[in-house]
């Protein structure tokens, strides 16, 4: 990446590259990056929709791989210029155990540090999360807050708490001396709530709307905000963080860069309803329909059901005391950051980004049927 050699070709990896987020990353790399040479897309369960990737001009070697074995992760990042890390545990239901969350979101970004200091990778942008900052349990809000400002940050769930511990990892590795004397650098960005084509919860609401004959109901008050961005935003924004880290390192190394976009600051659901609202669904109430202490008292019957079923049967609804202080908490960014250090201005406007979600949900509610 030296300025002696501006044609050289480059080598990403992509870990997690299969998800939700993952896959648009490798699509963008692969439509916005002229310097790359080799895309390396990293996961434990490989998409078949790879294959396709792979009969275009840049080379696409797909790695089936788990980020928590170590000897893995090192064989993926040799000889790579630039790691992406977005691979991770996103659970917020009790689907897994919190050992495993913390495994995959901690121990997993530890191997990757490592795989970079022993394998001589300079440059690595990981795939934080607002949670690492909030919403936190008292319920305090955010209201379009930026990254100096001050907030109570107070994690107890393991998801917040092991994206906070791996963020905090990526961040202290920053110049570190890799393999061959040069220093790392690594940038953490912080996406809010992401949207778009492949958001399953989404798909899983549009679903759940049809069952009930066009239907949602209200559940949380219309005036609490909660940040969400679109996909293809956020891709785009790891992309150009990438490829600016090394002309930029004193600036960004070692920085923290909440992503967020034009989307409207609206309640989840009045939220949602952009998407669901042109699928026909309709949001029932202007208030919630159901008294808060209620909706509380549903998500503690929830998380007791899933501790006492948890040796029968794995009970994992949306509703739980977490998820319903997330939904509940007003959390919104606002901030030109990533701008001013690397240039980040929205790929897509608020119409493209939501237009391409609603065309996705469509179809993806339609296969269901
Ligand atoms: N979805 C959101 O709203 C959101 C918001 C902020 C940050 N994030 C972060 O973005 C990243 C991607 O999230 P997503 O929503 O695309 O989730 P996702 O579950 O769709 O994608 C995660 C990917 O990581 C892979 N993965 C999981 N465990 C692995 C392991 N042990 N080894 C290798 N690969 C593994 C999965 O197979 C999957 O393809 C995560 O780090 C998440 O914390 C997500
Ligand atoms: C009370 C219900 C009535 O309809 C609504 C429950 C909605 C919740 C399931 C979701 C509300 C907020 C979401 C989270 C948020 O958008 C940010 C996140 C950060 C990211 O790193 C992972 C996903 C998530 C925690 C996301 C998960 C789903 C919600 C809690």
């Given at each position: 990446m030296a300025d002696s050699?501006?044609?050289?070709?480059l080598?990403?990896?992509?870990?997690?590259?299969?998800g939700f987020l993952g896959e648009h990353v490798v699509r963008m790399l692969l439509q916005r990056e002229p310097r790359l040479g080799e895309l390396r897309v990293f996961d434990r369960h490989l998409g078949p929709w790879l294959e396709e990737l792979k009969t275009g001009p840049v080379r696409v070697t797909a790695i089936q791989?788990?980020?928590t074995e170590a000897h893995e992760v090192a064989a993926a990042v040799a000889g790579a210029h630039v790691v992406i890390h977005t691979a991770g545990l996103v659970d917020v239901f009790g689907r897994a155990s919190p050992e495993t969350i913390h495994e995959v979101n901690v121990q997993g970004t530890r191997n990757v540090i490592e795989a970079c200091v022993q394998t001589g990778t300079r440059f690595l942008v990981y795939t934080s999360s607002m949670e690492v900052v909030g919403p936190n349990t008292k319920g305090h809000p955010?209201?379009?807050?930026n990254e100096d400002t001050l907030y109570e940050a107070v994690h107890r769930h393991p998801y917040p708490c092991s994206k906070?511990?791996?963020e905090r990892l990526?961040?202290?590795a920053n110049g570190r001396e890799v393999h061959g004397g040069l220093p790392l650098v690594t940038?953490?960005?912080?996406?809010?709530?992401?949207?778009?084509?492949?958001?399953q919860i989404m798909r899983d609401f549009y679903r759940q709307g049809l069952r009930l004959g066009g239907w949602l109901f209200r559940a949380i008050p219309a005036s609490v905000e909660h940040g969400r961005v679109y996909v293809g935003n956020v891709a785009w924004m790891h992309v150009l963080a990438a490829r600016e880290l090394e002309r930029r390192a004193a600036l960004m190394g070692g920085q923290v860069y909440f992503c967020y976009d034009g989307s409207p600051y609206k309640s989840y659901e009045d939220f949602n309803m952009e998407f669901l609202g042109p699928c026909g669904l309709q949001l029932v109430g202007a208030r919630p329909l159901l008294p808060y202490w209620l909706l509380v008292f549903l998500a503690a019957l929830n998380a007791l059901l899933q501790w006492l079923l948890r040796p029968l049967v794995l009970y994992a609804p949306l509703l739980n005391p977490y998820t319903l202080a997330v939904a509940n908490t007003t959390f919104t960014v606002?901030?030109?950051?990533?701008?001013r250090h690397f240039g980040y201005e929205p790929l897509f406007s608020w119409e493209d980004s939501r237009t391409r979600t609603i065309l996705w949900v469509q179809a993806a509610g339609s296969s269901a049927q």
């Open positions: 050699a501006q044609a050289q070709k080598v990403y990896l992509v870990t997690g590259g299969c791989g788990d980020v955010f209201y379009r807050g906070a511990l791996a990526v961040l202290e940038c953490a960005l912080r996406p809010t709530g992401i949207y778009g084509e492949g958001h606002s901030t030109d950051k990533a701008q």
